[in-house]
């Protein structure tokens, strides 16, 4: 039997659940349904093989290969008793698992594989009526659960470190070796100042994530720059108490003299990006992969949405809900003193996680 983690089921499981009703309902900031905002699904595209194939909602789910030949028809019912027994083994399992009662119900449905075959940020795959518009587009939503541990929201590589120089301070080999072995980077941070060192943002390890980031703000590299470096050096990790210490702060001089909010627009504006697209490594033209979303598996097996309809509510949600978080410091090689040039320099990485 096929075996997977929570987050791997949990995207069966929305597909299950959204086939058994039918709907899509969009979520405030607080992940609460709007009962009269919603998608109404025409069709679930799934790709877990060689073959696509097409799943029609109607009175009976169609199932149809990628040359249009109905596969199988399967009664709605069908669907919505098995995603209520996924859901209730997810909730109780731990790790790795599998599920030995669906494997029967799978088969039929044509699914080879729990996770569909999916682009960086796109999931699930629909066509829905789009009750705005007034048409049926093609949308992929990209789909976080919280049915497990709390998912990423940006993961953490070397591609995601920051470069710092260390100024007025010319340490020798010993002091560089003192500070390297301590085990905290904010104890190495307390001990540079100490000497009377100053950290100052240098430049980014990945030179296409700055280009990413100066899409959205040619000053922003600068200001994600303070966000990594007080939470390393202060210990803050909740985004939303880290963009008042920026206000504070104020790094790009910005006139706030008449309250413009500066930089939380640009810091949700980047979480939006990050959310439905934007990857360190690949270049990023404003473009979205999950065209349609981001979907959110609740604690109680709802399935909700944030699209282009609640754009706000959906930047809001992950500005209260989600804080940085230090990764592997071996792995991608951050949070030790190096000498170049004959100045002296410390990364620091940056790991965005969603608050459970």
């Not at 987050?7 to 607080?30: I, N, P, Q, R, T």
């Not at 033209?285 to 949405?305: H, M, P, Q, R």
Request: charged share 30%; glycine share 6%; aromatic share 12%.
């Amino acid at each position: 039997m096929k075996t997977g983690n929570k987050g791997e089921w949990s995207e069966l499981l929305v597909f299950l659940k959204l086939l058994s009703e039918g709907k899509l309902y969009a979520a405030d900031s607080k992940l609460n349904k709007i009962e009269d905002i919603y998608y109404q699904i025409i069709k679930i595209l799934r790709n877990d093989s060689s073959d696509k194939k097409e799943y029609y909602y109607d009175s009976k789910i169609k199932i149809k290969d990628s040359k249009g030949f109905i596969l199988e028809e399967v009664p709605v019912y069908e669907f919505k008793k098995n995603a209520k027994i996924l859901l209730n083994k997810i909730q109780e399992s731990k790790g790795s698992f599998s599920i030995d009662i669906l494997e029967n119900f799978l088969k039929k449905i044509r699914i080879s594989k729990i996770k569909s075959n999916s682009t960086n940020k796109r999931d699930i795959s629909m066509v829905v009526h789009d009750p705005q518009a007034g048409y049926e587009p093609e949308l992929g939503f990209s789909i976080k659960s919280q049915l497990g541990s709390p998912s990423t929201l940006l993961n953490a590589g070397k591609t995601t470190n920051f470069i710092y120089e260390i100024r007025n301070i010319n340490f020798t080999d010993k002091q560089i070796d003192e500070i390297n072995k301590l085990s905290q980077i904010r104890d190495k941070i307390e001990k540079i100042k100490s000497l009377g060192g100053k950290i100052n943002y240098f430049d980014m390890r990945e030179n296409n994530f700055k280009l990413n980031l100066q899409v959205i703000d040619s000053q922003f590299p600068l200001v994600v720059s303070e966000l990594v470096r007080n939470f390393y050096e202060n210990g803050i990790n909740k985004i939303s108490d880290l963009i008042e210490k920026i206000v504070e702060k104020n790094p790009c001089s910005f006139n706030q003299k008449n309250f413009h909010k500066f930089y939380k627009i640009k810091i949700k504006n980047f979480l939006i990006a990050v959310a439905l697209g934007m990857i360190p490594s690949k270049v990023w033209d404003d473009e979205f992969d999950a065209t349609g979303g981001y979907i959110v598996v609740k604690e109680n097996g709802d399935v909700l949405c944030y699209h282009v309809y609640n754009r706000e509510q959906f930047g809001d949600y992950l500005l209260n809900n989600t804080k940085l978080e230090t990764a592997s410091t071996y792995r991608h090689d951050f949070g030790k003193i190096y000498k170049k040039n004959k100045k002296f320099f410390l990364n620091l990485n940056l790991q965005i996680r969603f608050i459970k």
